[in-house]
């Protein structure tokens, strides 16, 4: 029975609300009470935190944590992508006809998950994707995979339907349907790339550091504009933030890349560690 009545019930939430409803409960200075009982329970390294975890005063703080310096090595080498964010790769593969996999028997369409923009999607038809989803467990913040200039975002409002298994499974359509703050880079020689930072239910908001832009917005309307000064970030830099678990989604339109050993379905990753190689450079 409640495996019948699960997959209905995710649609009839007020999810959007529910979130911004659990963003205020964790940025309350009460919710620092729990974040010991929070450390326990999900069994987070506290010993590479960037400051001792007295000095945080909100669950959203503790959460939105940063690491120390050498937590997370970023591997070298102009021809090494890295992964930009801790977490488990949920899916990755070649971008067939325009075609990403969500699931087993599930799949949505690049330009579906970039807003409607075809012309923008067609640049990564034959390319590579990889789908990476951050377990409550896992360090928050989202780094560069490559050296590159930021050109543009979209802010794409949505649902926020889990992440999870639950909603993978059941949610046709789930990444194109969701919340989305789409970054996108422009690299020397290994082509361009998006980053694809997916909202869902009880992330209070996505944030990064090169504007303003945020996610669940009452009454948010789709937005893609420049980055201002097209700003050169170098592998490895903070990009952004999730307050509360979410899934990132990096498009390579490169076809030249081959996935680091033991880069797979269901295997973890952490920031900074290998996660591709481009086999030949474009020209």
Same mark, same amino acid.
């Given at each position: 029975m409640r495996k019948k009545l699960l997959p209905g019930l995710i649609h009839r939430l007020p999810q959007n609300a529910m979130s911004r409803t659990m963003g205020k409960i964790t940025a309350s200075r009460f919710s620092r009470l729990a974040i010991q009982r929070y450390i326990r329970h999900y069994k987070i390294d506290a010993s590479i935190i960037e400051k001792p975890v007295t000095e945080y005063r909100t669950l959203k703080e503790f959460f939105t944590r940063r690491l120390k310096a050498g937590a997370r090595p970023i591997a070298p080498g102009h021809d090494v992508i890295v992964s930009p964010v801790d977490g488990t790769v949920s899916q990755l593969g070649d971008i067939c006809?325009?075609?990403?996999?969500? #699931?087993?028997g599930k799949e949505f369409s690049v330009t579906e998950l970039l807003g409607g923009s075809e012309e923008e999607a067609k640049r990564y038809y034959g390319g590579k994707f990889i789908t990476i989803y951050l377990s409550p467990r896992d360090y928050h913040r989202i780094h560069m995979p490559v050296a590159g200039n930021l050109v543009r975002y979209s802010y794409l409002p949505g649902r926020l339907y889990p992440?999870?298994?639950?909603?993978?499974e059941n949610v046709d359509r789930?990444? #194109?349907?969701?919340?989305?703050?789409?970054?996108y880079i422009k690299t020397k020689g290994l082509g361009d790339m998006a980053l694809v930072k997916v909202g869902a239910l009880f992330v209070g908001s996505v944030k990064?550091?090169?504007?303003?832009?945020?996610t669940n917005i009452k009454h948010g309307r789709q937005t893609t504009e420049p980055i201002e000064g097209t700003p050169h970030y170098?592998?490895?830099?903070?990009?952004?933030?999730f307050e509360f678990g979410s899934t990132v989604i990096l498009l390579l339109e490169s076809s030249q890349i081959k996935w680091a050993e033991g880069v797979e379905?269901?295997?973890?990753l952490l920031m900074g560690q290998v996660l591709a190689k481009v086999e030949k450079e474009q020209a």
């Amino acid at each position: 029975m409640r495996k019948k009545l699960l997959p209905g019930l995710i649609h009839r939430l007020p999810q959007n609300a529910m979130s911004r409803t659990m963003g205020k409960i964790t940025a309350s200075r009460f919710s620092r009470l729990a974040i010991q009982r929070y450390i326990r329970h999900y069994k987070i390294d506290a010993s590479i935190i960037e400051k001792p975890v007295t000095e945080y005063r909100t669950l959203k703080e503790f959460f939105t944590r940063r690491l120390k310096a050498g937590a997370r090595p970023i591997a070298p080498g102009h021809d090494v992508i890295v992964s930009p964010v801790d977490g488990t790769v949920s899916q990755l593969g070649d971008i067939c006809e325009g075609t990403l996999i969500q #699931a087993k028997g599930k799949e949505f369409s690049v330009t579906e998950l970039l807003g409607g923009s075809e012309e923008e999607a067609k640049r990564y038809y034959g390319g590579k994707f990889i789908t990476i989803y951050l377990s409550p467990r896992d360090y928050h913040r989202i780094h560069m995979p490559v050296a590159g200039n930021l050109v543009r975002y979209s802010y794409l409002p949505g649902r926020l339907y889990p992440v999870n298994r639950l909603g993978i499974e059941n949610v046709d359509r789930l990444f #194109a349907r969701n919340e989305r703050l789409v970054t996108y880079i422009k690299t020397k020689g290994l082509g361009d790339m998006a980053l694809v930072k997916v909202g869902a239910l009880f992330v209070g908001s996505v944030k990064v550091v090169y504007n303003t832009a945020t996610t669940n917005i009452k009454h948010g309307r789709q937005t893609t504009e420049p980055i201002e000064g097209t700003p050169h970030y170098e592998k490895g830099d903070e990009l952004g933030w999730f307050e509360f678990g979410s899934t990132v989604i990096l498009l390579l339109e490169s076809s030249q890349i081959k996935w680091a050993e033991g880069v797979e379905k269901g295997k973890s990753l952490l920031m900074g560690q290998v996660l591709a190689k481009v086999e030949k450079e474009q020209a």
